[in-house]
């Protein structure tokens, strides 16, 4: 059975759970991280000659395995696996694997690494065989690993690691493949963390690349190397050490080396930046031209050496910051300036709040281009602040999110309340504040109340006018649902406010709509099932997605009221929870229903079979197409039997008081019920009673034939299936896959679009009807009578008012 990704995943994380109680987050994610290279290196290159990693005989995993259980395991993993491993690939800062303080001492040391080295023993994390041609599944892996790690490791020690999708981001509008250059193409990261936005970088490209990363903290230097290796970037240099005070990567004659493009993910306001910093006399002359940053802030300081460490006339950067340093003032506000002035930012993303491991702050993206500087005439923005979804207690950026800010920003796109070119002259006149929202205007128009309509009725015609996107759309829709009134200003709804969103679902102009979004899906369905069922072993996973989503937003690209992005986020979310796994399977194994059994571990650590499954295609989808009659029959028979237990629970409701008739019953049962039938059976004053009761055993006796004959017909289905799975041809098992599984799900999702369009719709003239359906001088008639009831009941009660 071939490894999917979900399970792949899991089964790294609950490795975790071997260490966590002795450790922080921050600190455990080490070792199982080194575990993981260890398994991924020995499954790759292990005996083979001429292989880009070393692995010394004697230092495999398996050689790891033999030391389960030894009393010296600690100590054994440090000296003959995990130190000629990195002796062997020049590596350094591993973590120690016999640390009394953080692993334990004695048994629990030795039943702590052995329990996790047999997480790894797992056949299935058979990791030279589990990974699609030109698809990184382990790479993936750690990136899921080093993400759930800055989760727990709390605010101060989550800035290991840049969000993903983050780094997609910058990754995509760095412009990696912009230029033409025969030559490799050099990407450098000053502070680069455990490598995961170099990484993205180098996945865009289409060309031969070389990445370079400087990281302060050792530990997480030593996880960047590891990382590189992981991704098949074995010739990457990641170097160790203070960036702004000792920069690793110089030249004898440009003083610090330069880059094609460089990425960072700096710490947001350094306060001790100036660390081990001459000011005054600055070897690399990063401050020359620009100025020097405030003391107890280094953002500017990580910003200007990104500058300086770029290529004169061609280099292209991103680099995230907090929004602060867009606005701030004073030393700050004249570097700004005389980085605007020189042209070398091209432009400037606003993210959401709580994205970072580190922070809770909203940050940006500041884009630069030296290659264009001498002729940019503005500054591209965009406000991406309000596109995530909520993670537990961070915001992730979606999938539609990610997609929506590149598009948007490679072909500066002008979108109203997003983004728009900022001319110089502007930005100028704003004192070279570039803060995103004195530029672009992303608040929702604040729905006001008309004071003339509560006062005398009807709806305001600037409600209405607001809704012109739908009018566009269905244009004689407006005159079925509103019509004039005495009132030049206003209008008045011709409809039952109960019967909108009928009128809206059977009028012509949106049955048409949805007519033409049904051909829309359809073709796309067509052209899909027939590239789907052409995957074969070996195929990119990644690629399929790529594909497949890349012709669904062209698809849907300028259509009315349908977001494209929308719509691309039912299939990215489909393909996360379900479908990833399943083009993973193909990949590994092809066309195959193979089915496995379910095996699950008691109380006694004993495996219990739990019957038997298959990934690829769900029992439900053979029984939907083979087997409907059978499965029809068995649903008769529930339903019957919840009927039977319904009418039990209103015999029990209606003589279960003090007073009934199940009132000397401890419990309600078919064994209390039988002895206290039992007992009155001859006595001639319970006659009623002894009907009653007679009358709930034969409701049982009903009930238990039912679901034995539902168990009996249940397996006699699952036989069926299980001799069915194996007969699937080929074309068959497609048809269940790409037909019935993928296709159903997608156009299911898709299709919640078109209702909400009307549900939305509806739900705002309904919203606009209350409100304004009853005007004031009805109110005041209203409070006018109630007013005198209350004065007439207080008369008769003797009180007197006025």
């Known amino acids: 059975m071939a490894l999917k990704k979900s399970q792949l995943y899991s089964s790294l994380w609950s490795s975790c759970d071997e260490l966590r109680g002795g450790m922080d987050a921050s600190q455990y994610k080490d070792y199982v991280l080194v575990m993981l290279f260890v398994k991924y290196i020995s499954d790759k290159f292990a005996n083979e000659p001429y292989a880009a990693i070393t692995v010394p005989e004697g230092a495999s995993f398996n050689d790891m395995v033999a030391l389960k259980g030894k009393p010296t395991i600690g ?44 997480i790894f023993e797992n056949k299935a994390l058979d990791f030279s065989k589990n990974r699609a041609e030109g698809d990184d599944i382990l790479g993936d892996a750690y990136e899921y690993l080093m993400r759930h790690f800055a989760t727990e490791s709390g605010k101060s020690k989550g800035q290991f690691y840049t969000p993903a999708e983050v780094s997609r981001v910058m990754a995509k509008i760095v412009g990696i493949n912009s230029s033409n250059s025969s030559t490799s193409t050099t990407v450098y990261d000053p502070t680069c963390g455990s490598g995961s936005l170099l990484l993205k970088v180098a996945n865009e490209a289409d060309k031969n690349i070389s990445l370079y990363g400087q990281e302060k903290d050792s530990a997480t230097s030593g996880l960047a190397r590891m990382n590189m290796i992981l991704h098949n970037n074995t010739l990457s240099e990641i ?85 602060g340093v867009l606005f701030r003032g004073n030393a700050e506000a004249e570097i700004r300036k005389n980085l ?100 672009i205007d992303s608040q929702e128009a604040e729905d006001i109340q008309d004071i003339e309509a509560h006062l005398l009725g009807d709806i305001p015609n600037t409600d209405i006018e607001a809704l012109n996107d739908y009018w566009e759309a269905f244009p004689t829709l407006e005159q079925s649902l509103f019509g004039k009134c005495l009132r030049d200003r206003y209008s008045t709804l011709i409809v039952n406010k109960d019967e909108i969103e009928q009128t809206i679902f059977e009028h012509s102009e949106f049955k048409g709509f949805t007519k033409e979004m049904n051909i829309i899906l359809s073709e796309w369905k067509k052209r899909s099932i027939n590239y789907l069922k052409r995957l074969n072993i070996a195929v990119n996973p990644k690629l399929v997605i790529f594909e497949l989503s890349e012709e669904l937003l062209e698809t849907y690209a ?16 489909y393909w996360d929870d379900v479908m990833q796994d399943d083009c993973y399977i193909i990949s590994a194994d092809g066309w195959k229903a193979d089915t496995y059994r379910i095996q699950v571990e008691n109380k006694q650590k004993k495996l219990v079979d739990k019957g038997w499954a298959c990934d690829l295609i769900p029992k439900e989808l053979v029984i939907n197409r083979y087997f409907f009659k059978e499965k029809q029959e068995i649903e008769v028979m529930e339903a019957e039997g919840e009927f039977l237990s319904a009418q039990l629970t209103e015999m029990e409701e209606e003589h279960g008081g003090d007073e009934g008739y199940f009132a000397e019953l401890e419990k309600v ?106 005007p004031l001088p009805i109110y005041l008639e209203e409070a006018k009578v109630l007013e005198m009831n209350v004065n007439t009941h207080l008369e008769r009660m003797g009180y007197v008012w006025g």
């Not at 909203?362 to 406000?383: N, Q, W, Y």
């Not at 007969?727 to 156009?747: A, C, G, H, R």
Request: charged share 30%; proline share 3%.
């Open 75 to 118: 100590d054994d993993i440090n000296k003959k696996i995990i130190g000629p491993i990195a002796e062997a690939n020049k590596l350094s800062d591993m973590p120690d694997f016999n640390d009394v303080n953080k692993l334990g001492s004695g048994k629990d040391m030795v039943d702590r690494l052995t329990n996790l080295i047999a």
């Open 239 to 323: 170097k160790q050490g203070n960036t702004l005070a000792n920069p690793l990567f110089t030249d004898e004659n440009t003083g610090l080396k330069t880059f094609d493009y460089v990425v960072a993910n700096p710490p947001f306001s350094d306060k001790r930046w100036r660390n081990g910093i001459n000011i005054e006399s600055d070897l690399y002359e990063r401050f020359k031209d620009y100025g020097v940053p405030p003391a107890k802030n280094g953002d500017y300081a990580y910003l200007l050496h990104i500058v300086r460490s770029l290529k004169s006339g061609k280099g292209k950067g991103a680099c995230i910051l907090p929004h």
């Open 340 to 439: 605007v002035r020189k042209g070398y930012i091209r432009g400037i993303i606003g993210l959401p709040a709580n994205l970072f491991y580190g922070t809770g702050i909203p940050a940006c993206i500041i884009v630069l281009d030296k290659e264009h500087a001498t002729s940019r005439k503005g500054i591209f923005m965009i406000d991406a602040s309000k596109g995530f979804m909520k993670d537990g207690n961070k915001n992730r950026l979606r999938n539609m999110d990610i997609h929506k800010i590149v598009d948007v920003f490679n072909k500066q796109t002008k979108v109203e309340k997003y983004s728009r070119m900022v001319s110089f002259n502007e930005i100028e006149k704003n004192e070279y504040n570039l803060n995103i929202p004195r530029y």
């Open 558 to 573: 300028d259509k009315a009221l349908i977001s494209k992005y929308d719509v691309y986020q039912h299939l990215m979310d």
């Open 669 to 774: 049962n078919k064994g209390n019920v039988k002895s206290r039938l039992k007992e009155i059976i001859d006595d001639q004053n319970s006659k009623e009673e002894i009907e009653v009761l007679e009358a709930y055993l034969e409701i049982i006796e009903k009930q238990s034939m039912i679901y034995k004959n539902i168990k009996d017909s249940s397996v006699k289905l699952d036989s069926k299936l299980y001799a069915k799975y194996p007969t699937f041809s080929v074309d068959e098992i497609k048809t269940l896959v790409v037909n019935d599984k993928w296709m159903t799900t997608i156009e299911q999702k898709i299709n919640t679009e078109i209702e909400r369009i009307s549900q939305l719709l509806a739900l705002r003239i309904v919203e606009l009807s209350e409100r304004y359906e009853t």
